[in-house]
């Protein structure tokens, strides 16, 4: 499974960036999908999850300013960040679970919230 992210960049405080990320490959089936991050001097860390079936998982920090969506059929995910602050600055990384136990991560995209 490879992963391939794209839509970071640099944005306003306030202001609002969409990432999307696409899974290619043959032969498996992703059963959930997400977006991790990891900040200048820190570790990576959990944003968001999406399952197959739809069900959404936020971090605190980010509920009510991203949203998380799927697309099955096409296997791709996407992020919607709205309402950005300089803390949400990071390297953001797509993440999928392929089965029970294969997690995959894709090179990331950096989002930079700065005035």
């Not at 970071?8 to 202001?15: A, I, K, T």
């Not at 992703?30 to 977006?35: D, E, H, V």
């Not at 079936?53 to 996407?78: L, M, Q």
Request: charged share 15%; net charge positive; proline share 3%.
């Amino acid at each position: 499974v490879q992963l391939q992210a794209s839509g970071g960049g640099l944005v306003q405080p306030g202001g609002s960036i969409r990432l999307s990320c696409v899974a290619s490959g043959s032969g498996f089936t992703i059963n959930a999908m997400g977006w991790y991050r990891q900040a200048p001097g820190k570790q990576r860390s959990l944003v968001a999850t999406i399952t197959s079936g739809g069900s959404t998982n936020y971090i605190d920090s980010v509920k009510d300013r991203f949203t998380i969506s799927r697309d099955n059929a096409k296997s791709t995910v996407a992020l919607q960040m709205n309402s950005l602050k300089p803390e949400d600055t990071a390297v953001y990384s797509c993440w999928a679970l392929v089965g029970l136990t294969y997690n995959y991560w894709g090179r990331g995209t950096q989002v930079t919230v700065s005035s």
